[in-house]
DNA sequence: GCCGAGAATGAATCCATCC
DNA sequence: AGGATGGATTCATTCTCGG
């Protein structure tokens, strides 16, 4: 199999429509992988968890139309194994002390720190987006971070940018989102501090750094083309 | 085996001097579980870990003595299986709809949610204590923060409090401990919110809350005693 | 009392060295 | 060879102290 054409492409930014799986393996001299997979989360319960992602996922009334994301209701087991078959094809298309870093939520996160070694990678942290406000939860804590889970390619090339390793940001409501696990630019920006001083993949093409994104819902792939394509992102 | 002596007492707050496995048999109908245990960490190979507490866990000059203290160098494996026993151990001392939490670090955070399980809790989430500032990582995010693995004895039991998810406070200079791993006492109060509005054991003797302590080391004890007997606490 | 400069600090991490 | 130990290094912020 070859490197399929571009849905999108410029002089700083591609962006693949497909399965990660078969794009990974034609990519290499990646310097930093920055990722938010489907959770499989959603419940605590098999039946939960295989629901449809626009029913399980909350989405209060005003929400625009937002569709279906697939690869959301693995079990347990093969979350795991998914998600290591994943890091690991990330991790052949890295180059040596290259970073990596993904989204996940307190219920996968022991899973995803045992895929992130099981891929090769050295895990190095994990790293905290505090919400500020969360759901409330009438057992205990309310549910007001998501994680991330980072590590290298080997031993770590050394930087001259500190990421902190809790940032704050508060989720945008509900209806000023394209997709239902959107994550504030801000927070993206801080991901991406990971790899370099940056920005998201738009910011990437503004900012001269070169990046590669790859979705496999082409609804999504035609959003974030549309917004790569605008001079100004907001 | 019966009760001990306590190591101290008075109307509210009870201290054990003991090992936690000799008293909690002992123990009945306590109503939520705040613990602290030794990580079993402090580097990333078996011969970081298995350094002394005053030397692996960082001391700058001019802390005050502190002590070893025990219990902090057990391997992976031997963690996982020590704290499902001790985790099962106090689930038996509680009611049912009882809450636990635990602090841990990024680390064994992972191995903290499986032993929660395996001790017969039901893990129901991850909150964070974030300390704001971290030693900076050449790696890259910083480590800034600490985790509390918690869970209830089965149903939760609900409340009218919910207490944060994430929860900001900076860490006390070195100087102003007495453990190297001390807690902040807003921090305790923050993670006691999980039981029911309190605080410490020094608060719930104020606030008319019931409280039991348990600590092998005796010299902590004794720190411990002297706190309680103090009318004022600083 | 306010302000600025310099010192101090962190459940860290990594590497060199010694036995 | 491998375990144990010592020590250099990292930076955002607070702390301390002098003006």
Redesign the pocket.
């Given at each position: 199999m070859t490197l399929p054409d571009p849905y999108y492409s410029d002089s700083k930014c591609t962006i693949y429509h497909g399965d990660a799986f078969d794009i990974l393996p034609e990519l290499s001299g990646i310097g930093a992988v920055i990722t938010d997979p489907p959770y499989s989360s959603g419940g605590a319960f098999r039946g939960d968890r295989a629901r449809q992602t626009t029913t399980k996922y909350v989405q209060t009334g005003t929400a625009a139309y937002r569709p279906e994301f697939a690869g959301d209701n693995r079990d347990q087991r093969s979350f795991l194994a998914w998600c290591a078959l994943w890091m690991n094809a990330a991790r052949n298309a890295t180059e040596p002390g290259a970073a990596i870093a993904s989204f996940i939520d307190w219920r996968q996160l022991p899973v995803l720190t045992d895929a992130i070694q099981a891929g090769g990678w050295t895990w190095?942290?994990v790293a905290v987006w505090s919400k500020k406000y969360g759901r409330p939860n009438p057992a205990g804590f309310s549910s007001a971070a998501e994680f991330v889970v980072w590590g290298t390619n080997g031993?770590?090339v050394d930087r001259?940018d500190?990421p902190a390793g809790v940032f704050e940001c508060q989720s945008p409501p509900s209806r000023d989102r394209s997709h239902i696990a959107q994550k504030p630019e801000k927070v993206m920006n801080w991901a991406v501090r990971l790899a370099a001083p940056g920005a998201t993949i738009r910011a990437a093409k503004d900012g001269g750094y070169k990046a590669v994104g790859i979705e496999v819902d082409e609804r999504y792939c035609e959003i974030a083309a549309t917004r790569l394509g605008q001079e100004v992102l907001f």
């Open positions: 190095r942290g031993p770590a001259d500190y």
